[in-house]
């Protein structure tokens, strides 16, 4: 079984960017991929994910428009990213990373199908 690790978060002011990497190892190709958050006393909640082919996104009301998700499927490694801009005080989370088999190049949007999953990197939006 593969493992995702997550990178790239931090502070950041309202309005600003900010990218965040997964680096997927010993993951086979049909693995669809996706971001995750959860907020201190909320539910964990799907924002974008990809399938392993790159063919089909999915990105969650909140983000869409202001969240790109794209990969990079090297030989070695898979690497997927979340380029965030626009952000605000509400998108302060903790960011998942995570992956599932889904031969079918699909990606669904809810956390509890995801099987392979990062520890996570915080964002922080707030001046």
């Known amino acids: 079984q593969g493992q995702v690790v997550e990178s790239g978060g931090g502070l950041v002011q309202p309005g600003g960017s900010l990218r965040l990497s997964c680096i997927g190892s010993?993951?086979?190709?049909?693995?669809?991929m996706g971001w995750f958050r959860q907020a201190p006393g909320k539910e964990r909640e799907g924002i974008a994910c990809?399938?392993?082919?790159?063919?089909?996104?999915?990105?969650g009301d909140s983000v869409s428009g202001r969240f790109t998700i794209s990969q990079d499927n090297a030989e070695v490694a898979r690497v997927l990213y979340l380029q965030m801009s626009s952000l605000k005080p509400e998108d302060t989370a903790m960011y998942y990373c995570?992956?599932?088999?889904?031969?079918?190049?699909?990606?669904?949007?809810?956390?509890?199908?995801?099987?392979?999953w990062g520890r996570g990197t915080q964002v922080t939006v707030s001046s």
């Open positions: 010993g993951l086979p190709d049909e693995y669809a």
């Open positions: 995570a992956a599932k088999l889904s031969a079918a190049d699909r990606c669904p949007a809810r956390a509890d199908l995801y099987n392979i």
């Open positions: 990809v399938s392993w082919r790159g063919t089909n996104t999915y990105y």
